[in-house]
């Protein structure tokens, strides 16, 4: 009897143990909302008990953060921007993947990573478990401030093998951004960029530096705009050609002197391009403007008047860029392994460097949101999230 009750305890202890261990694997720390909210402090909570994401397709890839950054983009969703697009985008999802949820909440936001591969998809063949990568979440996608991510193997590449986790964590987003406005919606690439004159608005933020160093990694003559206090700090990080006060008039000197403006400004959103520096173009060139009214018609609108709306300033923008004599176009980011595995090689060439401005740990991240929507950023926000 006694034998047989030992048996029993041993076996219940047994199970626990491994009801324990099993939670364990089904649950990962992320810092999340549950409803928008415009004060960050009383929307944003760190789950302890997560629900850990795992394969559901052929071709995911279950990877292990290590480090990831703060966008403003993550700030701005966090009070409520793009929620009706984006519930649109998951609706879409879920017509794709009907055995997914349809609740949105609780959110988790954050759009790049670095980190290691703990599992894949049985289509998956470039990559192993243990291999060391970066890559980008989608933004209807659950997102990386959290343990772990799992993403398609379209959304990252290799890590490049001389930078650290937090290094390679503050470049995915903006760089796809940045090669996104400068290849996708402005034209340029390696092959044509020699000798362009392109002007940077903007240039101290995560696209900015990226962008800068991307155009003159190709031979373009670059201009960019950033406050006073910042000059000689973006000419020394990126070695922009010129640098000018986004507070002067200086841009004046430069009439119909630029191939390409590219606008990675933080601005007001009811202006989605700067008028006064339209005419800095040359005829026929392009406006490039990250400022795109989309998002924010959707939200006020919905889907048919939100439509409309963005239809009408979109025509509108044109006809101001046609009074000058220039195109205007609005870029937005897009997963892109090719541009990783190009912006990859290019690190280890020495030829695109991260730029870090400051680095917290996973449990601050309250205060690395809090600064990142202050503005006047000189780099990247990075989250270290496991050693």
Not at 148 to 169: F, M, R
Not at 311 to 336: C, I, L, Q
Request: with cysteine.
């Amino acid at each position: 009897m006694r034998k047989v009750l030992k048996r029993n305890v041993l076996s219940s202890v047994r199970q626990s143990v491994l009801e324990v261990f099993s939670r364990g694997l089904q649950t990962m720390k992320a810092w999340q909302i549950n409803q928008f909210g415009e004060q960050l402090s009383s929307v944003l909570f760190l789950n302890d008990a997560a629900k850990r994401p795992s394969i559901r397709k052929p071709d995911d890839v279950l990877v292990r953060v290590s480090a990831s950054s703060v966008n403003l983009l993550d700030v701005y969703m966090c009070k409520g921007y793009g929620h009706s697009l984006m519930q649109c985008l998951s609706l879409l999802s879920e017509l794709r993947f009907p055995n997914e949820t349809l609740d949105r909440f609780p959110l988790t936001f954050g759009r790049d990573f670095s980190g290691v591969v703990i599992d894949k998809g049985e289509s998956v063949t470039k990559y192993k478990v243990g291999d060391c990568v970066w890559g980008v979440s989608s933004v209807h996608e659950p997102g990386t401030h959290s343990e772990y991510i799992c993403v398609p193997q379209l959304n990252i590449s290799e890590k490049p093998a001389n930078i650290s986790h937090v290094d390679a964590a503050s470049l995915p987003f903006a760089a796809l951004t940045a090669w996104s406005a400068i290849c996708t919606f402005g034209g340029l690439n390696r092959h044509n960029t020699f000798g362009k004159r392109v002007l940077v608005l903007g240039g101290t933020g995560g696209v900015g530096t990226v962008a800068i160093q991307l155009l003159k990694s190709w031979g373009a003559f670059v201009v960019t705009t950033c406050s006073s206090d910042a000059i000689e700090w973006i000419t020394h990080v990126a070695k922009v050609d010129e640098c000018v006060d986004y507070k002067s008039n200086s841009l004046s000197i430069f009439e119909r002197s630029f191939d390409l403006v590219l606008d990675f400004a933080k601005r007001d959103q009811t202006n989605s391009l700067d008028t006064t520096v339209l005419r800095t173009l040359k005829k026929n060139c392009l406006y490039v403007t990250l400022n795109t009214p989309l998002v924010r018609c959707f939200d006020e609108g919905g889907l048919i008047l939100g439509s409309a709306s963005a239809a009408a300033k979109a025509v509108d923008s044109t006809a101001k860029g046609m009074r000058e004599g220039v195109g205007v176009r609005w870029a937005h980011f897009y997963p892109n392994a090719a541009a990783l595995q190009s912006l990859k090689e290019k690190i280890e060439k020495g030829e695109l460097h991260a730029v870090v401005d400051k680095v917290y740990k996973f449990e601050q991240l309250e205060h690395a949101y809090t600064k990142v929507y202050s503005g006047h950023a000189r780099g990247k926000t990075v989250i270290q999230v496991s050693e």
